[in-house]
């Protein structure tokens, strides 16, 4: 199976896994394990990755030898905000580069703000920045964020932590057909099918957080989400059988062995 | 994980899958090994399980030994060749008495005709088969299957080889809601996601045929297929986070670390 | 515009009524009016039309020289009740020979009980009615329908006074595509797109209640309805544009007239 | 019922359609009088309104004394041309300033490009042009739009000319929560129920072209349109029955008034 390539570098799962929401640490470590996930993304103006070195820190639970964190900006709502958040994080984390860009709308529906994203990656490109960006289902803005240099587009498939799935597939089609860096639906999967269905389109791979860490039983939805994105994976290279709509045809050849 | 228990037997996998429609019997055994399958079906009226001895038997690609059989009524439009057809089986099959029943109502749509259906499960049950049996998504009817004593209940996602997935899930959920043998869907699962869906749904078990033997790659839609539906077993135990409209909340709590 | 024909009558509206569920008979009579039905079905069980000569009779309401009454059997589980009380009815409405049978399969679903349905409308039809039968969206079932001599097939939408809508547009196509009676949607419709969508499937004329009755301004959206059943109509005689997946034209000729 | 207001002038019909597709100005004429429309929109780079003298005039098939014109921008992808485009019609109108600006992103999608347009529509709004505009349906660019000056903000369904119907009415409806001036659908609307969903989700008003003018009967699909529109307004008006999962209420009171 061919692995994920982002900004140079392999990886074998497809599932990327947000780290917040959970009960603690230790939740989180589980559930980022059952996931298989090996890119976490942590909301750096939230999570202590070393700024309190007081508290317990997600870099003890999962370790950066073994996961590539992925700091992003939840919460910001202006580029400015957004761009000096993540030069903490490189400060934080030692020169780490690879981020997931966010610039938000407003805290009511928390849809991304394009014009603020599209300001922020230029920045943060021109700056060395990997910018992973998230952005609503525009396939215009998609292009634009590639255009400028993002070395991975993750649009919506719906609100973030709405669990609506994904609302526009045909948006996410267009995207998917015109992009050459990694598609990543990023935000309102909800269950483990709607995983499944944003791989059979075609992306690259999935990004969640309460998909998983709002279910009853997070651990367990885990690794549901991990067969899910597989298994979308697999039938999308495996090439689905046609729809048929009316003219339905035996599931067996028609030629009969035993005489009625 | 609790198993798939049917007639009293205790089954792993919750995918059980058809035999027909592929190239040759060793894709048909390549296929199946993939989609881990315990229970195949057999169209007893177009598959060589036998009858031929000069030609060669599925009997030997999927031996009895470690498959369990369902031989099944596929091209039958009335309880009386149904019934006949089920009766030849066991011969065949020495005795062997769990059964597929299905009776279709026209070659065109392959829908079944419930009416049939009926007569010969009440025929078939009395004459000390266990009748697994094909229906529509009708609930009274399927209550009315159950209550004649079949072992397991299969309404049709949609009609037979047309991979339109599922179309009616309401009709389904009242199914699951009020029967106590298991439910499994049977027909019209195109793709990975159809299987999820049903399985996220509550459904006991999936079972298909044309949607790996009719992919480009039938052994990769094999293994897509036992992960999607492992994948929607865990997430219905997982319990799915609830849907939330509107009002979105972040991904991570809002207690700030870092301020702005 | 060709009219609405069931056994030999022709009709000019395509949206048939119940006259349940409203406060009082004078707001039946006012969305009834503005529903412009021309049809209103009762359910002789449960409204008084001359049963009790001390109350007010819906007869009044609607006098019959204006509205071609249909009484239904709602309430009825077995085809014996069913014909009793249509028999009930005939004697009330002096010879009056038009009915719809209803048969449910349980108070709970209100999901209709097939098996039951076909032995009553064969008595029925037999004893001379001019049976209009409400069925489930099985196309084997409303082919069967037609073949004992029903004169309209009145497949459900969804669950009775659900207003979920077409939940199975699939099948309601393969019954329109099969049958020569009309084919009335009947229970389910919630809002005027949902009778919109069933004319615009080719649907004859669709059959509501709840949809009129349990919005906030009966009398408004029994206009509403009248105008959402007119424009599915036309629609689907007027032939509409094919969807274009993806490849959008733009929405005027492109030779440009003015230059950029 | 009350009026559509835009721009501070009212209008009786919801409904706005294009001028383009048709075969002849006679044909668009006839259709536009069956639409009820009061407000023509017109590609000003692709339609003579004067332009060319010697070539028949749209302002003779639909005189501007009984329509009113809104000069558009279609085939525009800068703001550049957008703006002089429409300063070129406001010329040509006489100094009419009620125009619909569209920015495009690419001949192959028509998507939007927002990020021109909130350009345009800066510039216009100060030069003294009452701006209806064309956009995604992303709700923060809409907000955007408004605090500008925009008089309508206009959100796409689908792609122009797809015929898809609405993809997502979640984002519509955060849209018609939040804004103040009129939202209007504009563009992927394919049939009348599609017009019909659009008015119930709470849209002030309703623009399309190609679904009427390519139709198979353009003018009678025109009186479809002005039906499913007027319906979709009323059931929005009267309010619709809450939706019932499941648990089905009979449509008649079950008080009995003849016991079985």
Redesign the interface.
């Known amino acids: 199976m061919n692995p994920l390539v982002i900004a140079g570098k392999s990886y074998n799962s497809r599932l990327l896994v947000?780290t917040?929401?959970y009960k603690d640490f230790d939740e989180t470590r589980q559930a980022v394990e059952a996931s298989g996930a090996e890119i976490v993304t942590v909301?750096?103006?939230?999570?202590?990755i070393g700024?309190?070195p007081k508290q317990p820190s997600l870099l003890d639970a999962l370790p950066p030898s073994k996961f590539t964190y992925l700091p992003n900006t939840?919460?910001?709502y202006t580029a400015e905000?957004a761009i000096?958040?993540l030069r903490?994080a490189r400060e934080l984390l030692d020169g780490h580069d690879l981020v997931k860009l966010e610039v938000l709308?407003?805290?009511?529906?928390?849809?991304?703000?394009?014009?603020e994203t599209?300001k922020a990656a230029q920045v943060l490109v021109k700056d060395g920045f990997k910018v992973m960006v998230y952005t609503?289902d525009?396939?215009?803005?998609a292009r634009?964020l590639e255009e400028i240099g993002c070395v991975a587009v993750m649009p919506l498939a719906?609100?973030?932590?709405?669990?609506?799935g994904i609302?526009?597939p045909?948006?996410l089609?267009?995207i998917i057909?015109r992009l050459s860096v990694p598609v990543i639906v990023d935000?309102g999967v909800?269950?483990?099918?709607d995983a499944?269905?944003a791989m059979?389109l075609g992306c690259d791979a999935v990004l969640m957080?309460?998909?998983i860490a709002?279910?009853?039983?997070?651990v367990?939805?885990a690794?549901?989400?991990?067969?899910?994105v597989?298994?979308?994976?697999?039938?999308y290279?495996?090439?689905?059988?046609?729809?048929?709509?009316?003219?339905?045809?035996?599931?067996?050849?028609?030629?009969?062995?035993?005489g009625?």
Do not use: F
């Open positions: 947000g917040g929401k909301a750096i103006r939230r999570t202590n700024q309190d939840a919460g910001c905000d000096r958040t903490l709308g407003d805290p009511d529906t928390l849809y991304p703000n394009v014009v599209l609503s525009d396939p215009i803005i634009q719906s609100l973030i932590g709405s669990g609506m609302l526009n045909w948006n089609s267009i057909d935000a909800g269950t483990a099918s499944t269905i059979e957080n309460t998909a709002g279910a009853k039983d997070p367990l939805m690794s549901a989400m991990k067969k899910a597989e298994a979308g994976r697999e039938a290279l495996a090439g689905r059988m046609p729809k048929k709509v009316y003219q339905a045809s035996p599931s067996s050849p028609t030629r009969g062995l035993i009625s």
